[in-house]
Every structure is written in structure tokens, then in C-alpha cells.
């Protein structure tokens, strides 16, 4: 099998995706160091860089393939006439570093403007202009009580149920700095975490989540593909950019956390929450 990293229309939910829905995809949140432009033709184009990331997905895939992608990213051996080159880099990911292809502009009209938080699906949900985007919410953000008194709580009032994303795991690995204890975060290693989807509109992304997450420097937007009623669906959410060694949440947030999952998350999975909250705590107390 041959290793690729996509970042533009290949991406799950994008108009290329099909090439590779037989593929299997071994990471959704992953980076590459590069620098990634809107190219102004409904694609985007990355560029080398050693001081920047692109986000993307990786795929192993097949020869077969290999030779669709080369043929939409009108890339050929040894020609001078590329419009993409075809590279080998290292991708990082939550399970480790992995080698794979990926495609990079051969040509300078494809630099035409950089995307600043280098993530094409999150610029494309501005750009298009879309009026709404379902949202993951599996943190304190299930509590409405910090909506009602940010005055927000109208942005939340299209809660359509319970989602379920599977191959990822919740875990306590940002250290706040006000209180040097743990907030939560999904790493990609496998695993089930549950949360609520909301409709939300666009507009509040920028007008109060961002703001609440520090996206993105502190927890960065991304995609992630959740289940709903037995429907495969793709949501926006939030993980932490530089992950720590897991710490646990303090009582308060605790609190946030356990009163929005309840009545909705399953009595099986806020059991297995509060479960990893004791664990942190004993590791943190010498197990006092």
C-alpha cells in the first residue's frame, strides 16, 4: 500500500472525495509542514515550507489509485508540464509520524493567496459564504448554562441529537494556564467519544466560539465524521494544537461537562468519563 496526504478537494465532504472513498483512511487530523494557497480555480495548492503546517487527511491507497490522483493533479513522471508535483514528506499525526505522497504546485499562478489557518475545509465554510455548519460539541461546551450567561444561547437552540464519532477518544491534554489543570480534547487513537450536534449558524463561530476556544492557537478547528442516527455525517469541532500529557479537569469543569451529557450522552459513556476523571486524579494525588 502506498501512503498519500490530501488537503483540498480529496478531503472528506469535498467534490474529489470519491476518488477515494474505497481507500482506507488512517488519520483525519493530521499536518505537513508547507504553506497552503487559494489558487482561485475552487482548489487550493501548497507550497514548501519549514516553518508553517498544512491539515489534511492520509490514505493508504493502491496503485490504481495512485494513478486517478496523478491524473487530477495533472502531475506526470518526469514531465516539465506539471501542474502539481508529486513529493514524498513525513505526516504527523495523533499515532505517529507516517512517510507519504502528496502534491505540491509546479506552477507560480497556483500561489495566489495563503489561506492563514491552513486548513481548506475551514476556509471553504467562510468563503462559500454558507449560512449554517453542524457543530460537535463533547466538552463543557454540552452545558448550555455557559451559552445562557455569555448571552449566546440563541446560536444553540437547533440541537439535533446525539453523535457518535468513532476511532477517537476523549482526553484531558490541554493545561489551562489559569489553573494549570486539564481541559478536554478527541485524539485520533481509537476509541468512541459521544457528544451533541447542534445546526448552528456560521456566524457564530467567529462572533463567540472561536473567542471561547482561543482557536485557532489554543484548539484548532477541523472536521471530524460522526455517526447520527445510523447516517455518516461531517461536523465541525474543536482539538487542542499543541496536546500535553493528559492532567485532570478541575471540579467546576467536571460539573460542565457531566450536567450537559446528562439525559442525552449513553449512562455507559459518562460512567467511563467520570471513570478517566478518577484515574487522573489518583495519578495526580499518588493515588491519596
Not at 478536554?184 to 463567540?208: F, Q, R, S
Request: glycine share 8%; hydrophobic share 35%.
Amino acid at each position: 500500500m502506498i501512503n498519500v496526504f490530501v488537503y483540498g478537494t480529496l478531503r472528506k465532504g469535498e467534490g474529489n472525495h470519491q476518488l477515494l472513498e474505497t481507500a482506507t483512511c488512517l488519520a483525519e487530523q493530521c499536518w505537513t509542514k508547507g504553506v497552503l494557497y487559494d489558487t482561485g480555480f475552487g482548489y487550493p495548492a501548497m507550497k514548501p515550507s519549514r516553518s508553517s503546517k498544512v491539515y489534511g487527511e492520509l490514505y493508504a491507497i493502491d496503485e490504481s489509485h495512485l494513478r486517478k490522483l496523478d491524473q487530477l493533479e495533472g502531475y506526470a513522471l518526469s514531465s516539465k508540464n506539471n501542474l502539481y508535483e508529486r513529493i514524498q514528506q513525513t505526516v504527523y499525526t495523533d499515532k505517529g509520524e507516517f512517510t507519504a505522497y502528496l502534491y505540491i504546485a509546479a506552477r507560480e499562478e497556483l500561489g495566489n493567496r495563503i489561506i492563514p489557518t491552513s486548513d481548506w475545509k475551514e476556509y471553504n465554510l467562510f468563503s462559500k459564504k454558507m449560512a449554517t455548519v453542524l457543530y460537535f460539541a463533547y466538552g463543557s461546551c454540552m452545558d448550555d448554562q455557559r451559552f445562557n450567561e455569555k448571552g449566546v444561547e440563541h446560536y444553540f437552540q437547533n440541537m439535533l441529537g446525539v453523535g457518535v464519532l468513532t476511532g477517537y477518544t476523549l482526553r484531558f491534554t490541554r493545561k489551562s494556564i489559569i489553573d494549570q489543570m486539564g481541559r478536554a480534547d478527541i485524539v485520533e487513537e481509537g476509541g468512541v467519544v459521544e457528544g451533541k450536534v447542534y445546526e448552528i449558524p456560521v456566524k457564530a463561530l467567529k462572533e463567540y466560539l472561536y473567542e471561547r476556544e482561543g482557536a485557532p492557537t489554543v484548539y484548532r478547528p477541523t472536521f471530524v465524521t460522526i455517526e447520527r442516527n445510523k447516517e455518516k455525517i461531517q461536523a465541525l469541532t474543536f482539538v487542542v494544537n499543541n496536546k500535553k500529557a493528559e492532567t485532570a479537569p478541575p471540579k467546576m469543569y467536571e460539573e460542565e461537562i457531566l450536567r450537559g451529557a446528562s439525559g442525552f450522552l449513553s449512562k455507559e459513556y459518562i460512567s467511563s468519563i467520570k471513570n478517566h476523571i478518577d484515574y487522573l486524579r489518583k495519578q495526580t494525588t499518588g493515588g491519596r
